[in-house]
């Protein structure tokens, strides 16, 4: 099958599997560092382009996660976020039909640095931060997460921050943030193969070429969340992130 119309140099290819390596890392332990993958792969492939040819990797992703971690999850913030995402999802839909594909990577880059800000908010009030017991506080990030993750795959460090700031322990967070994307990843699969048209089955195919990384991606990522340290883990969250959101705005 020719697939000179997505890889045109060897490089393109490098830049998947390295790509599908960082998603299967962050998936299972090193959170926020498929941030990088984003951005990558929308300068590589283009920025709408790019978000159908990497949905399917975060689904195997998903899954792996869930099938580690399937005993880890706190369903209260899983089922508080979801509605809120689902309208976010339709927020989504609408800003497509006036957004010009060329500047998706652009509304991408702003909604990262919105969530960036939020971060480093939350990081400076620390213990004084009381705004995670308000009830709009779970429903706002739901929001955000579910418009993030249908532009552009980015709602990982929205989530991030939401289950940081509700001081939930890391394999907890893992746990949790493995099943609300599979969920959330899941039901976008209708939407990116006949609302955007985004997904082929040339695009699946590249993707499967994907799945050795993936599982090499996860099973290193495994390991390491066993050896980081809770105030590694939000370090290097918040540094990734500010990488992330340069590379989209640049």
């Known amino acids: 099958m020719d697939f000179s119309m997505w890889m045109q140099s060897p490089s393109d290819w490098g830049m998947l599997f390295f790509s599908a390596l960082l998603i299967g890392m962050s998936k ?4 926020g560092i498929s ?11 283009g920025a709408k382009a790019s978000t159908g040819l990497i949905l399917p990797i975060l689904c195997v992703a998903d899954l792996m996660a869930v099938l580690y ?26 800003v497509d039909k006036v957004v010009p594909p060329a500047e998706f990577k652009h509304l991408m880059g702003g909604c990262l640095l919105a969530v960036l800000i939020v971060m480093f908010w939350s990081n400076w009030k620390g213990k004084e931060n009381c705004l995670s017991s308000c009830w709009w506080y779970g429903p706002v990030f739901g929001l955000l997460g579910g ?8 709602a990982g460090p929205v989530m991030a921050i939401y289950l940081l700031s509700v001081k939930m322990p890391k394999y907890s967070f893992v746990g949790t943030n493995a099943w609300f994307f599979l969920v959330i990843n899941y039901l976008k699969i209708p939407v990116q193969v006949w609302a955007w048209d985004n997904i ?8 499967a070429f994907t799945l050795p990384f993936v599982l090499l991606g996860g099973t290193l990522g495994i390991l390491l969340i066993k050896k980081l340290p809770e105030k590694g883990f939000r370090y290097f969250t918040t540094a990734v992130t500010c990488l ?5 705005l640049m």
Request: without cysteine; glycine residues 4%; proline residues 3%.
């Open 28 to 31: 299972t332990g090193v959170q």
């Open 35 to 45: 941030l990088l993958a984003v951005p990558l792969m929308a300068v590589t492939f």
């Open 69 to 94: 971690y399937r005993r880890i999850a706190e369903w209260t913030y899983v089922l508080k976020l979801l509605p809120a995402a689902l309208i976010g999802f339709a927020m989504a839909l609408l």
């Open 147 to 154: 418009f993030t993750t249908m532009i552009g795959n980015a």
């Open 200 to 207: 082929s089955a040339q695009s699946l195919i590249l993707d």
């Open 244 to 248: 992330s959101v340069l590379m989209l």
